[in-house]
């Protein structure tokens, strides 16, 4: 398996920006995306687990729609804990429950760091009840897609080559894949795109830092930028990406999960050769009428 994503360094980033002063809107809108989409469930969870959902704001969204009787949450460092709050500390890659154990596990912002995607997504899958439900926001492609676009035309421009700055994201049919070979039953993804504006690139690569997102591949370039290619993607940004007013324009593609762990008293798709009428006949002028 490649290691695509160096874990060290992606929890000293989270653990830097927890310390100084976080930019976690994106966190608070995925958080009450989540919500209510949980809201509108006619169901009631036991047992639900937030994983490594960074600052808890998912976990406490979850609790405020009284769907669920207790709400834990897993992180990679006890410091994510807010005072006097118990939580479970573990890897990234590591889903820490029993199997069978939970009745919804949520993910926020954290599955496309994975290197190990598909075996996360078994693990979850053990972890549920049979009946469980599954949520995640997973950041996907497009996400960013301005900021790479600046960084690596004006790294070539000005040293003849680039080395990746911004870490490559999913595509919503291939977590939709991972839903299934999971083993996920009743799979639903769909993505909502956010447009956040900034006076500047420099703004938003703070915003990114805040946020824990500097890069962390093991491919990455161990040289930092130049002050000269980041004035020229700055120059680039403007060019090509900013609204009448000189503000630049980021996009966050985020792409919303869910599944269930099967039961039998899931809806079962028709076995093939059951239809009580051929394709080819419905098709037909009038047919199927």
């Known amino acids: 398996m490649e290691t695509l994503f160096d874990h060290a360094l992606i929890d000293a980033n989270r653990l830097r920006a927890l310390r100084g002063e976080p930019a976690d809107f994106l966190l608070d809108v995925v958080a009450r995306e989540l919500a209510e989409r949980l809201g509108v469930i006619e169901r009631r969870f036991a ?3 937030e ?5 808890g704001a998912t976990a406490r969204a979850i609790a405020a729609t009284g769907k669920v009787d207790a709400i834990e949450r897993v992180e990679t460092d ?5 005072p006097h709050e118990a939580l479970t500390v573990s890897p990234l890659e590591t889903v820490p429950l029993e199997p069978q154990s939970a009745n919804l596990i949520v993910s926020p912002l954290a599955l496309h760091l994975t ?6 997504f078994v693990q979850i899958r053990r972890a549920l009840q049979p009946d469980g439900l599954f949520m995640a926001a997973i950041p996907g492609s497009g996400t960013l897609q301005e900021l790479r676009e ?3 035309a004006a790294e070539s421009e000005m040293t003849g080559g680039a080395s990746p700055r911004v870490i490559p994201f999913p595509d919503v049919r291939d977590v939709g894949a991972l839903l299934q070979r999971g083993g996920f039953a009743l799979p639903v993804t769909d993505r909502e795109t956010y447009t956040v504006r900034y006076d500047s690139i420099f ?3 703070k915003d990114l830092r805040a946020m824990g997102m500097a890069n962390p591949l093991t491919g990455r370039s161990r040289r930092p930028l130049t002050r000269g290619i980041v004035l020229r993607a700055a120059e680039l940004y403007a060019e090509r990406f900013s609204d009448p007013d000189g503000r630049i324009r980021a996009t966050f593609s985020i ?3 869910s599944g269930w762990a099967p039961h039998e008293s899931q809806q079962k798709p028709l076995k093939p050769g059951s239809a009580k009428m051929r394709l080819a006949d419905a ?5 199927g009428g």
């Open 115 to 120: 290197n190990d995607t598909p075996g996360v």
């Open 51 to 55: 994983l490594h959902g960074h600052t």
């Open 47 to 49: 047992r639900a687990v």
């Open 255 to 257: 792409i919303y999960v």
């Open 150 to 152: 600046v960084l690596l």
């Open 78 to 82: 006890p410091r994510f804990a807010a």
């Open 203 to 205: 703004a938003l690569m």
């Open 283 to 287: 098709l037909k002028p009038g047919g």
